[in-house]
């Protein structure tokens, strides 16, 4: 039985597939931009079996979302909306339906793709930046949400007369920017690694252990360098050594495999 995944985000639709007679079948992603769902259709339409199955998250439009449900129609999309608990993850968002359901099933991926013992943080770097954290009982306690990467440099084009849109490289940023490209690029990865930064003491201090980091989103090779490098000192002060950050490729694809796994076996 075949079962389509789709994670619907603001910029782009992601995609893959869950085989129940072969759970480590192809696990690949497909990205697909809002405009360009034909393709999404095409790959539909070439599988070798007729998807039995199709479960959801979408943060995007209502037009975006039925385009979706007529791409897969006759499959019905499941489309998941967070509730207090979901398998062995707990929500302690004061409405738990509030939630982003991508922010939801991307904590239950990172957190079933493998034991973790201690807190969690998951940081996307996708249209917006959030940055969610779990602890140690496998509750999600909730996070922040700021603008992304994309957004930050439209902003600044579009609302001054004179900033350009800066391209940003990978790359640690100098303290003291002497250029204008220079300075938009290192603020916003000073703004981006900041919040991240801010969340991940918060944790360490408020439960006592230092968080693993994993890492997701279009646009975290630009903020990755920095981030890493900002962390490692933070965590060396505070006397929990160097902290790896994890890069994940699509943890809300992996919760929603995690979800189509757990169906399957139940
Ligand atoms: N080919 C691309 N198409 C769209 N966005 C991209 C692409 N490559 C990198 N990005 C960056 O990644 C972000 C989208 O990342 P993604 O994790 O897919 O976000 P979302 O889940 O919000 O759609 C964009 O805002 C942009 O900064
Ligand atoms: C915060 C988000 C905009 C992130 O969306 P993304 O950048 O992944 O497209 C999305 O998860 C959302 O619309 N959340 C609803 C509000 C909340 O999570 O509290």
């Not at 509750?139 to 922040?144: E, N, R, T």
């Not at 000073?190 to 693993?212: D, K, S």
Request: proline share 8%.
């Amino acid at each position: 039985m075949l079962t389509v995944l789709i994670d619907a985000g603001n910029s782009r639709i992601k995609v893959s597939f869950f085989d129940a007679a072969d759970p480590s079948a192809d696990t690949s992603v497909h990205a697909f931009a809002p405009a360009d769902l034909n393709a999404l259709a095409d790959l539909i339409r070439q599988l070798p079996q007729r998807p039995a199955r199709a479960l959801g998250v979408s943060v995007t439009t209502e037009a975006i979302r039925q385009e979706l449900d007529a791409i897969l129609a006759p499959c019905p999309i499941q489309w998941q909306t967070p509730t207090t608990r979901l398998l062995r993850l707990k929500n302690r968002y004061h409405n738990p339906a509030e939630l982003g359901p991508d922010r939801w099933l991307g904590m239950l991926g990172v957190l079933t793709a493998r034991p973790v013992d201690g807190p969690l943080m998951l940081v996307s770097f996708g249209t917006a930046t959030t940055v969610d954290t779990i602890d140690d009982h496998e509750a999600f306690l909730g996070g922040v949400i700021f603008p992304g990467v994309s957004m930050m440099q439209s902003s600044l084009g579009a609302g001054t007369a004179r900033l350009p849109i800066a391209p940003m490289p990978a790359q640690v940023w100098p303290a003291f920017p002497q250029s204008t490209q220079a300075a938009i690029a290192a603020g916003i990865v000073a703004a981006q690694t900041g919040g991240v930064i801010r969340q991940w003491q918060q944790v360490a201090e408020h439960l006592g252990r230092a968080p693993l980091v994993f890492v997701t989103g279009g646009a975290r090779a630009a903020i990755m360098p920095e981030l890493q490098a900002r962390i490692d000192s933070l965590g060396v002060d505070m006397g929990f050594g160097t902290i790896p950050l994890i890069e994940s490729e699509s943890p809300v694809l992996d919760g929603l495999r995690a979800l189509a796994q757990h169906s399957t076996d139940a």
